[in-house]
């Protein structure tokens, strides 16, 4: 059997589990990203009693985004050496994993299926990894017409 991955993902965190023979490893990787971006700079506003510091909306964005960049390269860096991929998760962030990883289509593993998932417990997900991989490996039997 050759290394097969799962990764949950949202914004917040990915928790990967690689399958291995008959190992299984649970890993989870915390993004830094937050909507909550704190930025140095801005310019002093000309009424009283406002806030003091205002930063460009496009900056906060622009810094979000890159955050999410790095999060999304350190997930491929941990997954890089699997064969297949299977991502599951909530919200968009599975689709902009995927992205990302079509810059790296020479050395990034395939991804088999894309799905939404809710939140799970670690017991869970690796279930439903391995539950996942059982059945792709499985030959489905077509009818004769």
């Known amino acids: 059997m050759s290394k097969k991955t799962g990764i949950w993902i949202d914004h917040s965190k990915a928790i990967i589990v690689s399958l291995d023979q008959d190992r299984e490893k649970v890993t ?3 993004s830094k990203a937050g909507r909550k ?3 140095s700079g801005g310019s002093r506003t000309k009424t009283p009693y406002a806030p003091q510091d205002v930063a460009s909306e ?5 810094k ?4 999410l960049k790095n999060y999304y390269q350190k997930v491929i860096r941990k997954v890089d050496d699997s064969e297949a991929l299977y991502v599951f998760g909530p919200g968009h962030a599975k689709t ?4 990302h990883l079509k810059s790296y289509k020479h050395t ?3 991804i088999i299926m894309l799905e939404s998932a809710d939140k799970m417990t670690d ?3 690796v279930a439903k ?3 996942f991989f059982q059945k792709e490996a499985k030959p489905t039997m077509r009818p004769k017409i």
């Not at 979000?64 to 955050?67: A, N």
Request: glycine letters at 0%; hydrophobic letters at 30%.
């Open 108 to 110: 990034a593993p395939p």
């Open 129 to 131: 990894v391995k539950d």
């Open 58 to 62: 496009s900056r906060r964005y622009r």
């Open 64 to 67: 979000y985004m890159q955050s």
């Open 37 to 39: 971006v704190r930025l």
């Open 123 to 125: 017991a869970q997900l």
């Open 28 to 30: 989870t990787i915390e």
């Open 96 to 99: 902009e994993l995927k992205k």
